[in-house]
């Protein structure tokens, strides 16, 4: 057996060792566990290279001077900062028998399971049986992605239901709800694992499934098969009723003429014909409108002084088109959030189409642009470059996607009174909950521009932080941009709901981060 290969096999032997730790979550409080994993990043950085993390080191990571090694306990101590959540409803079954979740670092275990198991076996599957190559990367196969899949979902599902319960008693909505969720985890986690130009994907693959885990435990799995449309909403019986095929037909006819018209690769076409469908069946004509919006500010951005970008070099590469990495990064989040949040998959659009825009207008900038972090001149079209008529045309689209959610909503409301459609209902059934606003009509219209508010506060810190992203961690090559797309779409998605929680209920979060 070959030394490099050997080295990987012990490496992902003790990359699974070390998830078998996750199970002791169901014992610790995330500052508990935070602790924990601050001590094994310690001993990683400071004792392990005496006795034997050298050896187990790949000749890249010893140029850089970094090891996956680090970012492991990193991860996961960022993790237990960051995925404390509630764990109510996991099975509702035994939660009506009295059963309630005992722990709140459920998601952190799925996502560590993710990271230790998924991951491990995704190499050990490539390794092993060999295969195609992925179209995306030449160095990841087919196998090893179906290896992640295939170990990955049991394993994040039984740590995360042991993490919250402390055995494993499951009932059937536990399965159809959380195994839903941990088999979506180890799709996007695998997928993202797989995306090439990574320093270390120990970084990126447990906070995208834990953040998966999080949105999707409690979604209506079946209610979804079943075709049942979202409580209170008016219509027909079914989301899969004449509208939404319509809908339908309008996205592929789309997907056709962006194609036709090579605006987009034909994989891309396919991919992005896609995520429009997940947002047509989550959020209807109203958030497939905002889908639209953000294609047409990005496209259209794109081609304003096209001639003037070629002739200076800083013009997108292969005419404008966008690739099927542009169209994964910049669609998984929206997509996923539109079956779950409409705040979450507006303000992830909002914030992706102000990048796109103000890369696009700044480009044509004749005034001065900076990079944010170093503040220091750059040249147009630089990678984290901020100029003032990009920055203001970023802030404009921005504004426009937040004005744009408010009016529909207040419009929509003025049309259909307590006759809710179903975008609002969706909104009211779920987003009001999740900022702890009364969802009564008496105080609809009155929450509504504050909510607007932080949607947009929200993809202004998204857009603001992918310029200092892409200036110091894509311009280095630690990450590529897909990457920096999909951490800046989820944050913004994220944001509206933290900030409100920050602002309404501040010893919240505390007590969450101090509660088994």
């Not at 970094?66 to 509630?86: F, K, W």
Request: with cysteine; charged share 10%; hydrophobic share 55%.
């Amino acid at each position: 057996m070959k030394a490099d290969t050997t080295r990987e096999i012990i490496r992902k032997l003790l990359h699974m060792a070390m998830g078998l730790f996750a199970v002791a979550l169901h014992w610790l409080s995330p500052w508990q566990a935070a602790l924990c994993a601050l001590a094994a990043l310690c001993h990683n950085l400071w004792l392990f290279p005496h006795y034997g993390r050298r050896k187990l080191e790949r000749p890249e990571e010893k140029t850089l001077g970094y090891s996956g090694m680090i970012g492991y306990p990193a991860i996961v101590l960022t993790l237990c900062l960051l995925l404390p959540s509630s764990a109510a409803g996991l099975d509702p079954v035994r939660q009506a028998s009295g059963a309630e979740p005992t722990n709140v670092l459920w998601a952190a275990a799925g996502a560590w399971g993710l990271l230790a198991f998924g991951d491990a076996f995704a190499a050990l599957f490539g390794l092993g049986l060999k295969g195609p190559a992925l179209p995306w990367n030449p160095r990841k196969r087919w196998t090893g992605l179906l290896g992640f899949i295939l170990v990955g979902t049991p394993a994040a599902f039984a740590l995360a239901y042991f993490s919250a319960y402390g055995d494993l008693r499951i009932s059937g909505p536990a399965l159809v709800g959380l195994g839903g969720a941990c088999l979506l985890a180890a799709l996007v986690g695998g997928v993202v694992e797989t995306l090439p130009g990574q320093i270390d994907d120990n970084l990126t693959v447990p906070l995208a499934a834990g953040l998966v885990l999080l949105l999707f435990a409690r979604f209506p799995w079946g209610e979804l098969l079943l075709g049942r449309t979202v409580p209170g909403a008016v219509g027909p019986p079914s989301v899969w009723g004449p509208p939404l095929l319509l809908l339908l037909l309008l996205n592929a006819a789309l997907a056709t003429v962006a194609w036709y018209r090579r605006w987009v690769t034909a994989a891309s076409a396919w991919m992005g014909a896609f995520w429009g469908a997940l947002v047509a069946a989550g959020l209807g004509w109203e958030g497939y409108g905002f889908l639209l919006l953000f294609y047409l500010l990005a496209n259209g951005s794109t081609y304003v002084g096209l001639g003037r970008k070629r002739a200076l070099g800083i013009a997108e590469s292969d005419g404008g088109r966008r690739g099927t990495q542009s169209v994964f990064s910049k669609g998984l989040f929206p997509a996923l959030f539109a079956l779950v949040s409409p705040v979450a998959c507006v303000a992830s659009l909002a914030a992706y189409a102000a990048d796109t825009v103000a890369s696009e207008v700044g480009k044509l900038s004749r005034g001065r642009t900076l990079l944010l972090w170093s503040r220091r001149t750059s040249r147009a079209g630089e990678p984290g470059g901020v100029s003032l008529a990009g920055t203001a045309s970023g802030l404009a689209a921005a504004g426009l996607f937040s004005g744009a959610f408010l009016s529909v909503l207040m419009l929509q409301h003025r049309l259909y009174g307590t006759a809710l459609p179903r975008f609002q209902a969706a909104f009211l059934r779920a987003d009001l909950i999740r900022f702890g606003f009364p969802t009564g009509w008496a105080q609809f219209t009155r929450w509504m521009p504050f909510v607007a508010l932080l949607l947009f506060v929200s993809a202004t810190i998204a857009f603001f932080l992918e310029s200092v992203l892409n200036e110091t961690v894509a311009a280095r090559g630690w990450f590529p941009k897909p990457i920096i797309h999909l951490l800046t779409g989820a944050l913004a998605g994220l944001l509206p709901f933290l900030l409100a929680t920050v602002l309404s209920r501040p010893c919240d979060i505390l007590a969450l981060w101090m509660a088994r």
